[in-house]
């Protein structure tokens, strides 16, 4: 009985915790895809904000660049205009002497335009009067052929410098609107690589969302599985106490019937003892019953059983056969009737429900403890109409036919035994079949 027991509340935790399983499992997968995910979409984040990191950074040394060559073009402007102003002096001086010298030639012209430089000799009134004359005269030349040449050399000189001005000036525009260029490109770039880091980071906030969800799903499908495992906790308690007070009461009987036989003849019928069902576990389960087990028959007093379905039609009868869901062994305790889903099932005697629950391998059932010490069983119910602890006359509705459980079609499982979920014996006689 025990066996019979632990082996029905492990298929029913495993029935019920693989698919919590299995469903925890696919959302850690999940889960992990989403860090993942997010991993990468960080790591281009930072990818994004090193490459606007270098643009700035480029942006900051062009600006640099663009300001010390404006403030060096200004500088050179301003030497522009001041040479520009020097240029103007400069030529207004040169201007102011050619007209001196073109004056002083005109005087000299006039005054000596009938002399020569012998006439000037002969002129003077002494040797030194005609010296002093000529070096008047040469001197005079001399001056004026000096201020001539210097004033070329002046005005060639600013015009060098101009020019070469010039050329800087150039120069410096060139480099000018060359950094604006770059600079330009570098903040359209920088503006595209904000807007990338705007969408990056809006991606990363929608796969962290997603990530949360799988989490949540996790924490949520954790609290089902706690509960479940708590539920079946619970039922396996109650069949604990269900199976206790069972052999409590087997030994009670047992010890009546002690008690009985001691004060009744000795000897016995060779009908009673045929008809005499051992209080013992028999052992017969779906995994390890033998074939060819003993049938025990009703007893003489086992009046009062009725067929569990209006319409007994057999699917499977007791005995030896091979599960065709492959769990439950080669050994059928009970027999399976055939009918449409909903079909009213029916206690097959009175008794008091001990059971009426679902389980992964008996679906919804339905486990009935009689007055002569049999279990009845209603396995696979669509349906139940009845709760433990409630008593039931025979033919009173248990429920529907149905296919919950380790089921492949709709049908009753019918079985009786005589220990609770032990001691499996063949319906049929109890039936009348």
């Not at 499992?25 to 992990?32: L, V």
């Not at 995910?37 to 700035?56: F, R, S």
């Not at 679906?363 to 409630?390: C, E, F, P, R, T």
């Not at 529907?400 to 459980?405: F, I």
Request: charged share 25%; no cysteine; glycine share 6%.
């Amino acid at each position: 009985m025990k066996k019979k027991l632990l082996i029905t509340l492990s298929f029913v935790l495993l029935v019920n915790a693989a698919p919590l399983s299995a469903l925890a499992d696919d959302i850690d997968q999940k889960i992990e895809t989403q860090t993942k995910k997010i991993e990468d979409i960080v790591k281009n984040e930072n990818d994004a904000k090193d490459y606007l990191a270098t643009l700035e950074t480029e942006i900051a040394t062009i600006e640099t660049e663009y300001q010390t060559v404006l403030s060096e073009k200004q500088k050179h402007e301003k030497e522009m205009n001041k040479l520009n102003t020097d240029i103007a002096n400069l030529e207004e001086k040169i201007e102011k002497r050619n007209e001196q010298l073109q004056a002083q030639a005109r005087v000299t012209q006039t005054n000596h335009e009938q002399e020569s430089m012998l006439a000037v000799l002969l002129s003077a009134d002494s040797i030194s009067d005609a010296i002093s004359k000529a070096l008047a005269v040469n001197t005079l030349v001399t001056a004026n052929n000096d201020i001539l040449t210097a004033q070329k050399e002046d005005k060639k000189e600013l015009d060098t410098l101009k020019v070469n001005l010039t050329a800087t000036l150039k120069a410096l525009e060139k480099k000018t609107e060359e950094l604006e260029e770059k600079e330009a490109a570098l903040a359209e770039a920088k503006l595209e690589q904000n807007v990338k880091i705007n969408e990056i980071a809006a991606s990363l906030a929608t796969e962290k969302a997603e990530k949360d969800k799988f989490v949540k799903q996790k924490e949520e499908a954790a609290k089902r599985k706690e509960a479940q495992l708590k539920a079946i906790a619970e039922e396996k308690k109650k069949e604990a106490e269900a199976k206790a007070a069972a052999e409590k009461q087997a030994k009670e009987l047992a010890k009546t019937k002690q008690t009985q036989a001691a004060t009744a003849p000795t000897k016995t019928t060779e009908k009673e003892q045929a008809t005499t069902v051992p209080d013992t576990n028999t052992g017969t389960s779906n995994n390890d019953a033998p074939a060819n087990a003993p049938t025990p028959t009703p007893p003489a007093s086992s009046g009062g059983w009725s067929a569990p379905v209006a319409s007994m039609t057999i699917t499977s009868g007791f005995g030896g056969r091979e599960d065709p869901t492959g769990i439950s062994g080669s050994f059928h305790d009970g027999i399976d009737f055939g009918g449409a889903s909903g079909t009213p099932i029916m206690a097959a005697r009175s008794g008091e429900v001990v059971s009426a629950n679902y389980s992964g391998m008996a679906g919804n059932h339905v486990v009935i403890k009689h007055d002569n010490g049999y279990y009845s069983y209603y396995l696979h119910m669509s349906s139940l109409s009845v709760a433990a602890g409630q008593s039931v006359s025979a033919g009173q509705m248990l429920g529907g036919m149905g296919t919950t459980g380790n089921s492949t079609g709709v049908h009753l499982h019918f079985s009786i035994s005589t220990g609770l979920w032990s001691g499996f014996v063949n319906p049929a006689p109890f039936i009348g079949l």
